[in-house]
């Protein structure tokens, strides 16, 4: 997410994100990175429980599997959602199963489902999604923090108007560093 100036000043959030460096305009929950990194670790984890003992199969390996599936899933829902504010809190449940499935690889691991090479290289990956997951949140609440003091400092916009100035190149360049 990040702040942009209309051509009459009034700032607005919307779906970029800074990507290698260059601005680029997300068009799907499918280009957030987080999101790729979560499927992927979504279908490590399947192939994965497969392993595990079928008595397990209601148990851990259910748990584990609806965990893992619930990460992309709800940052596909939050994706969707209008509201900065919704979309936080979406992130937030996908980031709270991150953790849930870092605890069920531990249960693996200890009752010896789940070997110390794949326990750390699993732990691993559900941390970078964790933390992926902290970035995004943090970036979408310095935004709203940002669209407050903007509103409060501009006036009402009417975009209609003649006498609305253009927002300066300068101007831009202190939203878009």
Same mark, same amino acid.
């Given at each position: ?8 000043? =009034? ?26 990194? =979560? ?28 965990? =893992? ?28 199963? =991150? ?79």
């Amino acid at each position: 997410m990040a702040l942009h100036a209309c051509r009459h000043g =009034a700032a607005r959030l919307h779906s970029c994100l800074w990507l290698n460096n260059m601005k680029t305009k997300l068009k799907s929950f499918k280009d957030l990175i987080v999101w790729q990194l =979560a499927s992927q670790f979504s279908k490590d984890v399947y192939e994965l429980t497969k392993k595990f003992p079928t008595k397990e199969k209601y148990s851990l390996t259910d748990d584990l599997l609806r965990a =893992a599936r619930s990460i992309p899933a709800n940052i596909s829902e939050g994706w969707g959602r209008r509201f900065p504010k919704e979309k936080i809190s979406f992130y937030n449940i996908a980031s709270g199963s =991150a953790e849930e499935c870092a605890n069920h690889l531990i249960e693996a691991f200890n009752v010896g489902y789940l070997n110390a090479v794949d326990h750390a290289r699993f732990q691993k990956n559900v941390h970078i999604i964790s933390v992926k997951l902290t970035n995004l949140i943090t970036r979408i609440r310095k935004d709203i923090v940002i669209l407050r003091q903007r509103s409060v400092t501009s006036t009402k916009c009417d975009c209609n108007s003649a006498s609305v100035p253009n927002v300066s190149t300068a101007q831009r360049a202190k939203v878009f560093p």
